[in-house]
């Protein structure tokens, strides 16, 4: 299988190199694989995974994301708004949009008319099994119906790579399993996924669980 993320030595410190939330982190994730990310609060997993998504840079090292580097690229907007998708905790849904609304939303960049992006929202929320909620504001619909939402929104610019950081982290026990099991669909559609959690049930979902302490991934036994 062809690597899509090759990371090595990959060092990020913040407040003048006086905290160091990465500590010569080496990861490589193969095209296609679904990979959860452990740790405590302050382990460094989302800021590894926001290096990934190129909303951050690394201090040193290196990191290559679908053939990109990412310590030379310039325009990291360019890159993330093509080769990314993010799930977040909070969903950050417009409670005023319809959630095919909401899908559509990163569309505008893209050179779709009207019906091309209605179609592919359409699409995208009959994949995660909101097919009957499509013109639900957010305020009409669950949390899990949200975070949802929030997945196909972030399948919108059909992006290789989806991360997802505490995804399931304000939702009850049952909701979370669906969500995962989301996840597990979109891995099985051939979606590179790399989840960051706290909660082992939901990482016990993905093909290879690394753990992370005091900055680095925890070499396995």
């Known amino acids: 299988m062809n690597e899509i993320i090759s990371i090595k030595n990959l060092v990020k410190t913040f407040e003048d190199g006086r905290v160091k939330a990465l500590n010569g982190v080496n990861l490589q994730v193969s095209e296609g694989q679904f990979v959860a990310i452990m740790g405590r609060s302050g382990s460094g997993k989302s800021t590894l995974l926001n290096i990934i998504g190129g909303i951050d840079r690394p201090t040193s090292g290196e990191i290559t994301v679908d053939g990109i580097d990412l310590c030379r690229e ?20 417009i409670p005023v949009l319809s959630a095919s609304e909401n899908v559509q939303m990163p569309m505008f960049e893209l050179k779709l008319s009207p019906k091309e992006r209605i179609q592919r929202a359409e699409k995208l929320l009959a994949i995660v099994g909101l097919e009957d909620r499509k013109g639900f504001i957010p305020p009409k619909l669950s949390g899990g119906e949200k975070q949802r939402v929030a997945i196909a929104r972030a399948l919108a610019n059909e992006p290789k790579i989806l991360l997802a950081d505490e995804p399931t982290g304000n939702l009850d026990s049952t909701t979370r399993d669906a969500i995962a099991h989301v996840f597990q669909d979109l891995n099985r559609l051939g979606r590179t996924i790399v989840l960051v959690t706290h909660d ?22």
Not at 74 to 93: I, T, W, Y
Not at 204 to 214: G, P, T, V, Y
């Open 74 to 93: 310039r325009n990291l907007d360019n890159f993330r708004s093509k080769k990314v998708g993010f799930v977040f905790q909070m969903h950050n849904l």
């Open 200 to 221: 082992q049930e939901i990482a016990e979902h993905a093909q290879i669980i690394h753990r992370m302490k005091d900055g680095n991934i925890i070499p396995t036994a």
